[in-house]
T-cell receptor, first 110, second 111 residues
Framework: QKEVEQNSGPLSVPEGAIASLNCTYS??????FFWYRQYSGKSPELIMS????GDKEDGRFTAQLNKASQYVSLLIRDSQPSDSATYLC??????????FGAGTTVTVRA | DTEVTQTPKHLVMGMTNKKSLKCEQH?????MYWYKQKAKKPPELMFV???????INESVPSRFSPECPNSSLLNLHLHALQPEDSALYLC??????????FGPGTRLTVT
């Protein structure tokens, strides 16, 4: 079993819709969870971090964490063409190491 | 300010060359990282420095040699690389074990 699994893409949504990205992780002791956005040919950019169960909102982004189900998600509301990118879920099972999912590529159709 | 800088942006080197990648951050972060990323794959951790000491080496071949001259700088020395080492090399930093911020990367091509 992979440490971090993301829903397979690619995900295509129309402009203005909600994009929903899901991620599950295997290490129950994980404490920190992150979402990175990566545009083609660019480096990963941190867009959300979440540490406690529940929802965390930042602008059009909402991260949701459920440690009992070992599940973290990212919602992108009012999706824009500029949101078209690969989204990487990252989990920190211990100390400094981050475990990344394979990524989900999102395309927002104008 | 969450800026991590990396030089050069692009590097082409032969298999017998020696080159170095450089990374710098001025956020006061005490952990710095090197990752390697191949196309359509997530970043793979190579090395972690914590308080200027190497704390994680993910069984990286010795042709990659990291160095942390001070708390703001991180180098990756390259020697006798193989074509399969061509990739995007990413530097990141973090305050202790919190969020990691990535630099723009160095696109390395080994010929």
């Amino acid at each position: 079993q992979k440490e971090v699994e993301q829903n397979s893409g690619p995900l295509s949504v129309p402009e203005g819709a909600i994009a929903s990205l899901n991620c599950t992780y295997s290490d129950r002791g994980s404490q920190s969870f992150f979402w990175y956005r990566q545009y083609s040919g660019k480096s990963p950019e941190l867009i959300m971090s979440i540490y406690s169960n529940g929802d965390k909102e930042d602008g059009r982004f909402t991260a949701q964490l459920n440690k009992a189900s070992q599940y973290v998600s990212l919602l992108i509301r009012d999706s824009q063409p500029s949101d078209s990118a690969t989204y990487l879920c990252a989990v920190r099972p211990n100390d400094y190491k981050l475990s990344f999912g394979a990524g989900t590529t999102v395309t927002v159709r104008a | 300010d969450t800026e991590v800088t990396q030089t050069p942006k692009h590097l082409v080197m032969g298999m017998t060359n020696k080159k170095s990648l450089k990374c710098e951050q001025h956020m006061g972060h005490r952990a710095m990282y090197w990752y390697k990323q191949k196309a359509k794959k997530p970043p793979e951790l190579m090395f972690v420095y914590s308080y200027e000491k190497l704390s994680i080496n993910e069984s990286v071949p010795s042709r990659f040699s990291p160095e942390c001259p001070n708390s703001s700088l991180l180098n990756l020395h390259l020697h006798a690389l193989q074509p399969e080492d061509s990739a995007l090399y990413l530097c990141a930093s973090s305050q202790e074990r919190s969020e990691q911020y990535f630099g723009p990367g160095t696109r390395l091509t080994v010929t």
